[in-house]
């Protein structure tokens, strides 16, 4: 893939993650892609679903070996706008992905090189390539927007309930 095509498609993960912010879940988006198809998209869900593995790039992986019909994704690229963390790394590594390609780093679970790195483990029986830092800024944003929001919300109920 290009820098134009990783940008594209991290635009499309993007969009995932604009639709879980108007869920009310943190704004992470993923996208699957074969042979430069998107097969799968989806964003960050565990409140929604009520469950602590809805990360935006499970539930991609998870759809994405429906359409393959098959748990081995292999020759496909996870695009995701957050850093995976160990059990969305290790689940990409177990689906044999060929890239992940993500944008902001997760300087507190990031497990693609931020606080670990799963990929770079030698020992590991099969190693996905890992592109980092695509639309790094949006990517960002996206997170400090829907946070900086967060503590708004949060400080005008602490406002009301003082009556």
Do not use: W
């Not at 019909?69 to 957050?82: G, H, M, P």
């Not at 992940?100 to 990929?119: D, I, M, Q, R, W």
């Amino acid at each position: 893939m290009t820098g134009l095509e990783d940008a594209h498609f991290m635009q499309l993960a993007l969009a995932q993650a604009r639709a879980a912010a108007l869920a009310g879940e943190v704004p992470v988006g993923a996208v699957v892609v074969k042979n430069g198809e998107v097969i799968a998209s989806a964003h960050n869900a565990p409140l929604g679903l009520k469950d602590p593995t809805a990360h935006a790039e499970i539930i991609a992986l998870r759809l994405a070996a429906q359409v393959l019909d098959n748990y081995r994704l292999e020759d496909c690229t996870l695009y995701v706008t957050l850093e995976p963390c160990a059990m969305c790394s290790g689940a990409a590594m177990h689906a044999r992905l060929s890239r992940v390609v993500y944008g902001a780093p997760e300087p507190k679970t990031g497990a693609a090189g931020s606080v670990l790195n799963l990929f770079d483990n030698r020992l590991l029986n099969h190693h996905t390539q890992v592109t980092g830092g695509v639309l790094t800024v949006e990517c960002v944003q996206e997170l400090q927007t829907f946070f900086e929001m967060r503590r708004l919300q949060h400080k005008a109920s602490k406002v009301g309930n003082t009556a």
